[in-house]
């Protein structure tokens, strides 16, 4: 299934992405492992059970990645040329092994592109919550987004 194109974002228009996903220890360690992390908060349980924590946290990056990575089915499979950036980044509660994190999607603004005529700039606002409905990760979303091709 396409994703939408440049014109069919409504700037206010809010996303309940249908994908939900567990979080598993086997994630973190291999994402961990995979990105050279050895920060032990992630991968060492022992250590972890001496912290304010007393689990180990889901590695943050992987957060981010799987709270944008639900969004893509969505909103913009094909119809993406690239990610500009995020900003305003946070991770306000933890994330933990067995967690299961849903995302939301609001359009937070778009303007077409002032260099190329078939795209154009769309900001999504994405939003994490765990199964609690506690809020764990949140980012602005800057993508160069395609135009519809003209008939």
């Known amino acids: 299934m396409p994703g939408l194109w440049f014109e069919d974002f409504e700037v206010g228009r809010v996303y309940e992405h249908s994908i939900r996903r567990t979080v598993t220890e086997a994630d973190n360690t291999f994402f961990s492992c995979l990105t050279h992390n050895p920060q032990p908060l992630h991968i060492d349980r022992e250590f972890c059970a001496g912290t304010e924590w007393g689990q180990p946290l889901m590695n943050s990056l992987f957060t981010l990645g799987l709270m ?5 089915n969505d909103l913009t499979v094909g119809t993406t040329i690239a990610n500009l950036g995020m900003t305003e980044v ?29 795209a154009g700039i769309v900001e999504f606002e994405h939003r994490a919550f765990k199964q609690d409905g ?16 003209e008939a």
Do not use: N, W
């Open 68 to 72: 944008v990575g639900i969004s893509v």
């Open 90 to 118: 946070t991770f306000p509660a933890p994330l933990f092994h067995g967690d299961t994190v849903s995302v939301t999607t609001r359009v937070a603004s778009k303007r077409e592109s002032r260099s190329r005529g078939d």
């Open 134 to 149: 506690t809020m764990v990760a949140r980012c602005l979303r800057q993508a160069f987004m395609y135009r519809r091709p």
